[in-house]
């Protein structure tokens, strides 16, 4: 068999799956909370782009509730885990994050000082194909100026993001 013989039925299937706008969906896997990979995907409730110590990028959700969207070909349960730390400030209460994928609510977790990683799973049942929503609702959000002395820092800030992953649940990892 030559390879035009071969290669037309091909090009004319792909040609059928493109034009009919069947494609397939690209999954977030994973998002770095910068200005390069998270474009789009932090759609209510966060601030700017910030560096730490370390030149680690990270956002503030600077709310009480902050949403990202993120795409998914809703293949299975998956497991959200992300990496953040809360705003703290002497006699804050504990900061509690409720996590909700397409208005649903998953869990709440206290959160504790300092970065840390938190792990969810969530059913085949909440994702739908393409974009879905993660939502999170905090306990509070407290300007700096009203808290921490010497601050002239606005924002009513509740907690820093520095990443978050959306993975098939059998491919938990140790964090």
């Known amino acids: 068999m030559n390879s035009r013989a071969f290669l037309a039925p091909l090009a004319v299937a792909s040609l059928v799956f493109v034009l009919s706008g069947c494609r397939p ?31 680690d990028s990270f956002v503030w959700a600077q709310a009480r509730t902050a949403t990202v969207t993120v795409s998914s070909r809703a293949k299975g349960d998956q497991l959200l885990r992300f990496r953040c730390w809360p705003f703290r400030y002497t006699g804050a209460p504990a900061q509690v994050a409720a996590v909700f994928v397409n208005g649903s609510r998953i869990d709440s977790v206290t959160l504790t000082d300092g970065a840390r990683v938190y792990s969810f ?43 978050l992953e959306v993975l098939p649940a059998k491919s938990e990892k140790k964090g």
């Open 121 to 163: 799973a969530t059913p085949e049942a909440l994702w739908k194909s393409g974009p879905n929503e993660i939502r999170f609702e905090f306990a509070y959000a407290e300007a700096p100026k009203d808290r921490v002395p010497g601050s002239s820092d606005q924002r009513a800030l509740s907690v820093a993001f520095d990443w």
């Open 25 to 55: 969906i690209d999954e977030t896997r994973s998002l770095n909370f910068d200005a390069e990979t998270s474009v789009g995907a932090l759609t209510s409730g966060w601030s700017g782009f910030e560096k730490t110590d370390e030149n």
